[in-house]
Every structure is written in C-alpha cells, then in structure tokens.
C-alpha cells in the first residue's frame, strides 16, 4: 500500500470475522468477511455484488448492531476480495475550558 502502512501489524483471522460494509447514506448494505486488519487497513471478501456501489467512502460495520464501525475508502479491488483504508478524522480540539486565545468575560 502507502509509505504510512509500512511498520502497522496487521492481524490475519484463519476463518475470517463476520462483518458488513454499508453506504455513507444508508441506503444500501453487504455482509463480509474480515480476512485481515491493522491500524490503517483491511481486507475483506464481499458475498454478493458490488457493482454500482459508490465505495468511494463508506462504513465497515464491525457489529450487528452498528455501534463498532470505521469510516473507509476502497484502495482495490480483486474479485470479490477487497482492500479498504480507514479515514481518519480531523483531530477536534476539547472543549474543555476557555482557549488561550480567548478571554472569560464577567458580567
């Protein structure tokens, strides 16, 4: 893959790992097995079709209920076996207090 991708572990299940991937907007789904996963990649084989998917972006399903998942982008595909990269998110600053650029004003 990337320069980034050198040096992450990546961990390979023997049978695979039931997963699904699922559009941005919900409106279409697909079961998949997790072959092989690290940091900033896996691999996954897809039961059924793909074609006409937007899998520009997308989510990776990690539970049946959805409250694991990572948001994706496809890097390849082979078959029915697919290479994804996680994308990450823009780093939030904490709203913990008053920044330094501000000041707290008392009425």
């Known amino acids: 893959m990337s320069e980034e991708n050198k040096g992450t572990e990546r961990v390979t299940f023997s049978r695979g790992y ?4 699922m559009g941005i907007d919900g409106t279409w789904r697909r ?3 997790l072959n092989a996963i690290s940091d900033n990649d896996a691999v996954l084989t897809v039961e ?11 989510f990776l399903l990690l539970s049946s209920t ?3 998942y990572r ?6 595909v082979n078959g029915s076996e697919m290479d994804i ?3 990450k998110g823009k780093n939030k600053k904490k709203r913990g207090g008053v ?6 004003t008392v009425n």
């Open 85 to 87: 990269q996680f994308i």
């Open 66 to 68: 959805g409250l694991a």
């Open 31 to 33: 079961d998949c097995q």
């Open 71 to 76: 948001r994706c982008e496809l890097v390849r």
């Open 48 to 58: 059924g079709s793909i074609q006409g998917l937007n899998l520009k972006e997308f």
């Open 18 to 21: 039931d997963v699904c991937i």
């Open 99 to 104: 920044s330094s650029g501000q000041e707290a």
